[in-house]
């Protein structure tokens, strides 16, 4: 799927979109396809494309993995009327946080210099992997 619009920055940019789907093989982790995008060819090799997202899938997989510390986090949160989650970070809001550090390193070193940016899949709703392409 893919669709292009006009972007209002510095100056006037066309973008193309390419999204790449949710992989729900796995189950309800959020996991997205490492096949490249016909878009993206030329700009990335399908090596480099396919590291990146095994990356950010690992990073849902650590996220999704039930703890010991986690389910004691958990019963303490609820022993305190979650009244504790409002001093201690959510494991998950830490893992969310890694996944934005990551994206914006591949987007800076790896993208960016191809006319690629990445999007954040939070930004989307866990459903999609958005990619914007600048023609």
Known sequence: MSGERAWQGTGQRVLMYCYVNRNYDAGTTPQF???LPAELEGRVTAEQFATVVD???SIFVEAETLTAGLCCLNFASCLTGYL???CIENPYEKHMRRLAQVLESHNN?????NGIHVINPMERGLRILEV???T
């Not at 070193?109 to 210099?113: A, N």
Request: charged share 20%; net charge negative; hydrophobic share 35%.
């Open 33 to 35: 396809y490492t096949d």
């Open 55 to 57: 990356e950010i899938n």
């Open 84 to 86: 504790l989650n409002l």
């Open 109 to 113: 070193s790896l993208f960016h210099p």
């Open 132 to 134: 914007q392409i600048e």
